[in-house]
């Protein structure tokens, strides 16, 4: 599609979900895609960023280390001591924090130039951080209260007999189908509608600049709305990371919980 | 008018959900009004409230477009 | 600027026009690795470092906090020390005081008692002088009269009469019987008659 075609439009075509399919080399399948360099360029960025701030170890930290501690504090005492409980969550802590930056930086390419485009709104990317979760949660608590156990302490003690099944029943879709899914599609919707909020106002907004008569009046006015939203997904992006790293810690604590 | 009925059922799935939130976040305004000490322990039960209310309008989105076509 | 070029949907790679929730495989395992990357990463590298920070402060704050601590233990510690230490020393003032008030009684009372037993002692031992005194001015007074009588006597009736015994017989029966107040004359003859 040429560049003009887009300029000058005689039609205005709202975005749509094609939008997102942007394959750099190759078709198909196994197309390497731009979110996929995306998540190449956040691992190779957090890296160093990571590297970088905490190489010195600085007592007295300087601007770049304290950014990473106060994140880091963030995690380790606001979401991972808060949700899985002070005697087990170091453990969890690497795994918490990873997700943490890694989304943060991924749902920050959706607004931060010249990346532009969020790695999350490919549902491959959220998918992928929830198998992982669901992977982990399931896992350490079979560990932790053995493969009947587990399954047991899903249904809270003292329940009538009769209710036991059904409520086995409700919990086992929740941890199996309703967890999971939410968790991947919260973020994918988030960031996938939020990105397609912004190309209608950007491409609908350069439509009308691009018109006759009054249009290009509505045009100025939905750029700078366009400036609005695009500090509205700013904080949605923020937010996002950390639901899904809340979400992560909670499923885990909960699996690893004393008591269900 | 052209469109997808898909996209009339995202907007009835989203009603709901709106509404939760709404009150989710207005009973924690309230509550850190009163007692603006319990912030910290307030703030991720509203963000897991707010999940749990948004998850219906999630499954709402993801329905829509799998009756799209 | 992506946003500005559009490609259009389902332009033959299919994946286009899908819907937007089929997961695709190479972003999947993409995902999946970089996560496992960044996973390592922190695992490996970046937490040890920031737990070490942490602990680092957290012991440097702690440390700060117990100094003060300390200090304050040792001000209160010594604080208190002080006022035993001046509680008792008030009670041993007042434990001398009240010793003092006893021991000076008790002094008075001695005092008045020796001065009691003083006196006594004194007015005793005069009385006794006096008594001695009068004895011995008896006795004196006695020999005196007796020789005085005896000298008289003789020089009166012109014989010695001081041969020792006889002497001493005559007036000590003559005192006897000035004594008793039934003194009798009696004849000088009668005695010398008597005696020789």
């Keep these: 599609m040429s560049i003009e075609a887009a300029v000058l439009p005689t039609q205005y075509e709202p975005p749509g979900t094609a939008d997102f399919w942007i394959p750099l080399i190759g078709d198909g399948a196994w197309a390497f895609t731009r979110a996929s360099l995306l998540a190449l360029v956040s691992v190779g960025l957090i890296w160093w960023w990571l590297h970088a701030t905490t190489k010195k170890k600085?007592?007295?930290?300087?601007?770049?280390?304290?950014?990473?501690?106060?994140?880091?504090?963030?995690?380790?005492?606001?979401?991972a001591k808060d949700l899985i409980g002070s005697k087990e969550f170091l453990k969890f802590v690497p795994l918490l924090f990873s997700l943490f930056v890694f989304i943060l930086v991924n749902n920050l390419f959706g607004v931060v130039p010249p990346f532009q485009n969020p790695t999350m709104g490919r549902i491959g990317f959220p998918i992928a951080l929830t198998l992982v979760v669901f992977v982990v949660y399931h896992w350490v608590g079979i560990k932790k209260h053995g493969f009947v156990g587990y399954w047991k302490s899903l249904v809270p003690a003292g329940l009538p007999k009769a209710m036991v099944p059904a409520i086995f029943f409700l919990e086992l879709i929740t941890d199996m189908f309703t967890r999971p899914v939410t968790l991947a599609l919260r973020l994918f919707g988030n960031m996938f509608a939020g990105h397609i909020m912004m190309i209608l106002f950007i491409t609908g907004g350069w439509y009308m600049l691009n018109?006759?008569?009054?249009?290009?009046?509505?045009?100025?006015?939905?750029?700078?709305?366009?400036?609005?939203?695009?500090?509205?997904?700013?904080?949605?992006?923020?937010?996002?990371?950390?639901?899904?790293?809340?979400?992560?810690?909670?499923?885990?604590?909960g699996a690893v919980a004393d008591e269900h | 008018m052209t469109g997808n009925i898909a996209i009339l059922g995202y907007g009835l799935s989203a009603i709901g959900p709106g509404i939760g939130v709404g009150l989710i976040f207005a009973a924690y305004i309230n509550g850190v009004a009163r007692q603006p000490e319990a912030r910290g322990m307030l703030q991720p039960i509203a963000f897991l409230g707010m999940a749990i209310a948004e998850a219906l309008a999630i499954f709402g989105i993801a329905l829509a477009f799998v009756f799209k076509s | 600027m992506h946003a500005l070029t559009f490609p259009a949907a389902g332009d033959g790679s299919g994946w286009g026009s899908l819907p937007p929730i089929i997961p695709h495989p190479l972003e999947l395992i993409f995902g999946l690795v970089t996560f496992a990357v960044i996973y390592w990463v922190v695992k490996q590298k970046i937490m040890p470092r920031l737990e070490e920070i942490y602990a680092e402060r957290a012991a440097a704050i702690e440390g700060g906090i117990n100094?003060?601590?300390?200090?304050?233990?040792?001000?209160?510690?010594?604080?208190?020390?002080?006022?035993?230490?001046?509680?008792?020393?008030?009670?041993?003032?007042?434990?001398?005081?009240?010793?003092?008030?006893?021991?000076?009684?008790?002094?008075?009372?001695?005092?008045?008692?020796?001065?009691?037993?003083?006196?006594?002692?004194?007015?005793?031992?005069?009385?006794?002088?006096?008594?001695?005194?009068?004895?011995?001015?008896?006795?004196?007074?006695?020999?005196?009269?007796?020789?005085?009588?005896?000298?008289?006597?003789?020089?009166?009736?012109?014989?010695?009469?001081?041969?020792?015994t006889r002497q001493r017989g005559i007036v000590d029966r003559f005192l006897a019987e000035l004594e008793s107040g039934d003194v009798v004359r009696e004849k000088v003859g009668a005695v010398e008659g008597e005696d020789s």
């Design chain 1, 58 to 79: 600085a007592l007295v930290p300087s601007m770049g280390q304290m950014g990473t501690e106060a994140v880091y504090g963030f995690v380790r005492n606001g979401i």
């Design chain 1, 211 to 253: 018109s006759g008569g009054i249009l290009p009046i509505f045009g100025g006015v939905t750029w700078i709305m366009t400036f609005v939203m695009t500090l509205f997904e700013l904080l949605v992006e923020v937010l996002q990371a950390y639901v899904f790293t809340l979400l992560a810690a909670l499923y885990i604590g």
């Design chain 3, 67 to 164: 100094k003060a601590e300390e200090a304050q233990a040792q001000a209160q510690a010594a604080l208190q020390e002080y006022q035993a230490q001046l509680t008792e020393a008030r009670a041993e003032a007042s434990r001398i005081r009240e010793d003092a008030k006893a021991q000076g009684a008790q002094i008075i009372a001695e005092m008045k008692q020796q001065a009691a037993s003083e006196a006594t002692r004194i007015t005793d031992t005069a009385h006794k002088q006096i008594e001695a005194e009068r004895q011995q001015a008896l006795v004196s007074l006695r020999n005196d009269v007796g020789r005085i009588s005896t000298d008289l006597a003789s020089r009166i009736v012109g014989e010695s009469l001081h041969d020792e």
